[in-house]
């Protein structure tokens, strides 16, 4: 059985599990399943890991697309410039292989984890298609993993952007002093 789910925390918004349930049986994969897996602490990541050894892949969500990265064995180029992930590749392999690999990993790691940001693809295809002469700054709601791709999207398609937070941050202005200007 191939084991695919959704990491972050709290899960109880996400119809990922519905949706891709319903996917696999419409494409015929029967040898499939997707679960959630509500991870308060990102540090119970490697043991999820190891207590599911048909994962073969997660999603990534609120609050974990940044921490996330610290846990890759290997990153994709977009991945590593913004330094966030929404995708993660489980490939499940002998401590041995692991252990020559020379990549870095935890200790007794026998999976090799492979961390991609689909945000960015997503986010340039859909937007690059409406773009109008009159597009020509952008206002970015948060700084969390999903801004992250967007504002390296913005940045590579030449649009001035400002970020907007809950917090005070250099360079980016509080949702409270937010004007209709």
């Given at each position: 059985?191939?084991?695919?789910?959704?990491?972050?925390?709290?899960?109880?918004?996400?119809?990922?599990?519905?949706?891709f349930t319903e996917k696999f049986e419409k494409e015929?994969?029967?040898?499939?399943?997707?679960?959630?897996?509500?991870?308060?602490?990102?540090?119970?990541?490697?043991?999820?890991?190891?207590?599911?050894?048909?994962?073969?892949?997660?999603?990534?969500?609120?609050?974990?697309?940044?921490?996330?990265?610290?846990?890759?064995?290997?990153?994709?180029?977009?991945?590593?410039?913004?330094?966030?992930?929404?995708?993660?590749?489980?490939?499940?392999?002998?401590?041995?292989?692991?252990?020559?690999?020379?990549?870095?990993?935890?200790?007794?790691?026998?999976?090799?984890?492979?961390?991609?940001?689909?945000?960015?693809?997503?986010?340039?295809?859909?937007?690059?298609?409406?773009?109008?002469?009159?597009?020509?700054?952008?206002?970015?709601?948060?700084?969390?993993?999903?801004?992250?791709?967007?504002?390296?999207?913005?940045?590579?398609?030449?649009?001035?952007?400002?970020?907007?937070?809950?917090?005070?941050?250099?360079?980016?202005?509080?949702?409270?002093?937010?004007?209709?200007?």
């Open positions: 059985m191939n084991k695919f789910g959704l990491i972050g925390f709290p899960l109880t918004h996400s119809f990922s599990k519905k949706y015929g994969i029967e040898d499939s399943s997707y679960d959630l897996f509500e991870l308060e602490n990102l540090s119970d990541f490697p043991e999820l890991i190891k207590a599911n050894p048909d994962l073969c892949g997660l999603n990534v969500t609120i609050p974990h697309k940044i921490g996330a990265v610290y846990y890759m064995n290997w990153m994709d180029d977009e991945a590593k410039k913004v330094k966030a992930i929404n995708c993660i590749k489980v490939i499940q392999e002998s401590a041995i292989a692991a252990a020559f690999s020379g990549e870095v990993g935890f200790v007794d790691q026998d999976f090799r984890l492979e961390g991609y940001n689909t945000d960015i693809y997503g986010f340039e295809n859909s937007l690059k298609p409406l773009l109008k002469a009159q597009h020509n700054r952008a206002l970015v709601l948060g700084n969390g993993g999903a801004s992250r791709a967007i504002r390296y999207v913005l940045k590579k398609l030449g649009i001035p952007f400002q970020v907007v937070s809950r917090r005070p941050k250099p360079n980016q202005i509080l949702y409270q002093n937010l004007t209709p200007e």
